[in-house]
T-cell receptor, first 110, second 114 residues
């Protein structure tokens, strides 16, 4: 069935390092793709989205490009900060069917 | 998020008792969802609603029921709580069903069944 697979964590980086979190999906049709972020004790927050192939979503220095040919939506940031420490979830959405990856915990050290 | 609130935030209950969790929104969104979050599983959909009195099952609906008598409220009931239902429960809302706008999540309810 449809699913989302993202790289396992935890990921630990030093401040100002480059971040990549891989995400691939399987789906029928043409889903939208999302990255959500969850800080401790809170619900998920939408970080960025892309609704069609080759779209690039971006927010707060994070970027991800909808790659239909590789069914991927990898999250990147050029220079992470300590405040980016959180759990990141990749998701694909298609008419009331939002499927989430298992989450990747990122810790950024000063 | 100011537009969606969950209550209670924490609850401890005994096995076999009924439990109701409440989700309240002020955004007038049509779609509402209940998810549970467990380590290693991400979020899994329990039930969702696409309008007043219109609900449908998600992938882990056994042991749960829902009701939506008003646009703003979506209730999740554990009919007879079991230890396997210990989890963090999140409510989410959406204007378009998630295809365009994604979901907005509440802050969660941590439920412990002892």
């Amino acid at each position: 069935g449809d699913s989302v697979t993202q790289m396992e964590g935890p990921v630990t980086l030093s401040e100002e390092a480059f971040l990549t979190i891989n995400c691939t999906y399987t789906a029928t049709g043409y889903p939208s793709l999302f990255w959500y972020v969850q800080y401790p004790g809170e619900g998920l927050q939408l970080l960025l989205k892309a609704t069609k192939a080759d779209d690039k979503g971006s927010n707060k220095g994070f970027e991800a490009t909808y790659r239909k040919e590789t069914t991927s939506f990898h999250l990147e940031k050029g220079s992470v900060q300590v405040s980016d420490s959180a759990v990141y979830f990749c998701a694909r959405g298609n008419n009331n069917d939002m499927r989430f990856g298992a989450g990747t915990r990122l810790t950024v050290k000063p | 998020d100011a537009g969606i609130t969950q209550s209670p935030r924490h609850k401890v209950t005994e096995t076999g008792t009924p439990v109701t969790l409440r989700c309240h929104q002020t955004e007038n969104h049509r779609y509402m969802y209940w998810y549970r979050q467990d380590p290693g599983h991400g979020l899994r959909l329990i039930h969702y609603s696409y309008g007043v009195k219109d609900t449908d099952k998600g992938e882990v609906s056994d042991g749960y029921s829902v009701s939506r008598s008003k646009t703003e409220d979506f209730l999740l009931t554990l009919e007879s709580a079991t230890s396997s239902q210990t989890s963090v429960y999140f409510c989410a809302i959406s204007e378009s069903g998630g295809l365009i706008d994604g979901y907005t999540f509440g802050s969660g309810t941590r439920l412990t069944v002892v």
